[in-house]
């Protein structure tokens, strides 16, 4: 299943970055999906950060504290986050640093609005991020809410898709069901 989802989040992600393109992969984890946009994309040249920097990663990950980018204004060209902002501990500021430090943010998230969504989220985030340690803030917004974060943020929606098909059936109809997005947000 990890292979068949990171394969299907790189090419979701490829399609909506510059190219080329300085990348900031914000809350890298392994860099498995980075690298393979890179692979799709070889004019992508990613560069990693998280607040949990794991041991190995096929490129460079820096250490941040999940609020405050280390990067100055318009670092990247880009920058992507995959499942990143529902465990942020203050998810409007960390997007708002996304859109200082890129022109361009692309961001793999989930939505709250489908009936039962948040415990099946919470169930999702659970068994797929508690070994590592990461932050289970289960932070999941409505479609709503990403719209109004992306305005503070200084940002516009250029593209936005439910078309997620991270599992195949049967699983998609319990942890598909629009529970997943992905959208390209452009500074206003």
Same mark, same amino acid.
């Given at each position: @299943?990890?292979?068949?989802? =990171?394969?299907? $989040?790189?090419? $979701?992600?490829?399609?909506?970055?510059?190219?080329?393109?300085?990348?900031?992969?914000?809350?890298?984890?392994?860099?498995?999906?980075?690298?393979?946009?890179?692979?799709?994309?070889?004019?992508?040249?990613? =560069?990693?950060?998280?607040?949990?920097?794991?041991?190995? /990663?096929?490129?460079?990950?820096?250490?941040?504290?999940?609020?405050?980018?280390?990067?100055?204004?318009?670092?990247?060209?880009?920058?992507?986050?995959?499942?990143?902002?529902?465990?942020?501990?203050?998810?409007?500021?960390?997007?708002?640093?996304?859109?200082?430090?890129?022109?361009?943010?692309?961001?793999?998230?989930?939505?709250?609005?489908?009936?039962?969504?948040?415990?099946?989220?919470?169930? @999702?985030?659970?068994?797929?991020?508690?070994?590592?340690?990461? +932050?289970?803030?289960?932070?999941?917004?409505?479609?709503?809410?990403?719209?109004? +974060? +992306?305005?503070?943020?200084?940002?516009?929606?250029? /593209? *936005? =898709? @439910?078309?997620?098909?991270?599992?195949?059936?049967?699983?998609?109809?319990?942890?598909?069901?629009?529970?997943?997005?992905?959208?390209? *947000?452009e500074r206003i």
């Amino acid at each position: @299943m990890f292979g068949r989802r =990171t394969r299907v $989040l790189a090419e $979701l992600m490829a399609d909506l970055l510059p190219d080329p393109a300085r990348v900031l992969d914000v809350g890298t984890g392994d860099g498995t999906v980075a690298e393979l946009v890179r692979e799709l994309r070889p004019g992508i040249e990613p =560069t990693g950060i998280d607040v949990l920097v794991r041991p190995s /990663t096929p490129f460079q990950v820096h250490s941040f504290d999940g609020l405050s980018i280390p990067f100055g204004d318009s670092t990247f060209d880009a920058a992507m986050l995959v499942d990143v902002l529902h465990h942020a501990e203050d998810p409007e500021r960390l997007l708002r640093e996304c859109a200082r430090v890129a022109p361009v943010v692309v961001v793999k998230d989930h939505l709250a609005d489908a009936p039962l969504a948040v415990p099946t989220l919470r169930f @999702m985030d659970r068994v797929g991020n508690a070994r590592y340690g990461v +932050a289970l803030r289960y932070a999941y917004w409505r479609r709503a809410q990403w719209v109004a +974060a +992306a305005r503070q943020a200084g940002l516009r929606e250029a /593209t *936005f =898709t @439910m078309d997620v098909p991270l599992y195949p059936p049967p699983l998609s109809w319990v942890f598909g069901r629009d529970l997943h997005f992905v959208a390209r *947000f452009e500074r206003i």
